[in-house]
């Protein structure tokens, strides 16, 4: 009975835990003043931490951790999302099924709106249908794009990446900061996070213009569609891109939800809490983190997936058998390659993004010939890295499936996949950049050392280890 007992108390703890913020649900539609009713709060809660715990040692650091990306270090602070090595990622403390049930949708039984897991990821509360709606509308509100961004995206040829046409339109976008103006003005500190609020609403309600418009010049003759005000954020981005269907604009709602945010140890996301640390406003913050999602080791991959599977195509045909399919990973792994789409720095199962497209799929596309290659490789690529002994996490991660489910509904364009993710990475990144600037939080500078440092510091360890 006590074991009992004791087992309910923990159990009541950690729901306590998990509802903080639900028990202040609010009314109000305006994100904004919900964000003026928490923050006062959350400050006193950091300070109280810092206090009671400032001292408290997080963990070890290794030089393999040193020199080997600094994986596992624990340095920084990041609300939005926890990412667990098992169980994959939580939003404010939920999981992508959670989400995909409790956040309003467009349509009954559908996908979660992105609007509805931007006010989720900012407050920590799941918002209501009214709620979510009134960020589509400021969203719509905010989507004047100055003439000047389309200016400089003109300038640029047709054939240049279209990230690089991205970043130089969040660059092109900076001139309208309210932040840079309100510090170059003078402003107390304790008001940072409301320029920097009104800047990161902006930047997301029209990054999906730009992102058509750069989609429209680079592959469609630079025939540009105008904004459906009909339609929710994630439709309207899809209609202004080119497509229609009603189940596309389902699969851009899952996209953008999933993709907003991987808590804060990724290039794309530590790089614009890094750059924002300076106090650098949030179009620059942002624009350096998309050069970071442009790397081929991070956003790019999707795209490099895709390709990897019409290579697949290419050699021995569409349909495909599994021993097949295991001799052509054979020959990839052998040629010096990695096989895209598997593998992660943390994750140790399979990545719970790419599960939720892979029930999408079953559910709207399951005789599709590439969706059935990807389940074999599901079924085959694992058990091949496993018996290759050097890889920690043989499962599929999100870009294993993303680029089969858009390429169905016809976005073929793979070079420009990384734009999409960049699209709904932006909502993670500016929700948590709103509360560095909230928080108060100082310029990041960590320590760096010398192989020579090292060297010698560790022998002095050593020396001393000895001497006890």
Known sequence: MVRMMRMLVDQGRRTSQNLRWVRHLSNTTDLKSRLEQLIPEEQARLKDVKAKYGKCSLGDTTVDMAIGGMRGI??????TSLLDADEGIRFRNMTIPECQEKLP??????????????????????????????????????????????????????????????????????????????????????????????????????????????????????????????????????????????????????????????EGGNVSAHTVHLVGSALSDPYLSVAAG????????????????????????????????????????????????????????????????????REFALKHLPNDPMFQMVSKLYEVVPPILLELGKVKNPWPNVDAHSGVLLQYYGLKEASYYTVLFG?????????????????????????????EWIENYCKNQAAKGKKK
């Open 74 to 79: 624990k340095g920084m602070l990041w609300e």
């Open 105 to 262: 949708k467009a349509i009954p039984k559908g996908e979660p709106l992105p609007e509805g897991l931007f006010w989720l990821l900012v407050t920590g509360e799941i918002p209501t249908k009214e709620q979510a709606s009134s960020l589509t509308q400021e969203f719509k509100d905010r989507s004047q794009i100055p003439r000047h961004v389309f200016d400089v995206l003109n300038a640029l040829p047709t054939t240049a990446h279209p990230m690089t046409q991205l970043t130089a339109g969040i660059m092109a976008l900076q001139t309208e900061s309210q932040f840079a103006r309100a510090y170059e003005k003078g402003l107390d500190k304790r008001k940072y996070w409301e320029p920097v609020y009104e800047d990161s609403m902006n930047l997301i309600a029209r990054l999906p213009e730009i992102a058509a418009y750069i989609y429209r010049r680079t592959y469609k003759g630079g025939k540009s569609i105008g904004a459906d005000v009909t339609l929710d954020y994630a439709a309207n981005f899809a209609h202004m891109l080119g497509f229609d269907d009603p189940k596309f604009h389902e699969l851009m709602r899952l996209y953008l939800s999933i993709h907003t945010d991987h």
């Open 290 to 357: 998309m050069n970071g999602l442009a790397g081929p080791l991070h956003g790019l991959a999707n795209q490099e997936v895709l390709r990897w599977l019409e290579d697949i195509v290419a050699e021995i045909g569409m349909d495909v058998t599994t021993e097949q399919l295991k001799t052509f990973i054979w020959k990839t792994l052998k040629s010096g390659k990695v096989v895209p789409g598997y593998g992660h720095a943390v994750l140790r199962k399979t990545d719970p993004r790419y599960t939720c497209q």
């Open 423 to 451: 699209v709904s990475r932006s909502m993670g990144v500016l929700s948590q950049l709103i509360w560095d600037r909230a928080y108060g939080l100082p310029i990041e500078r960590p320590k760096s050392m010398t192989v």
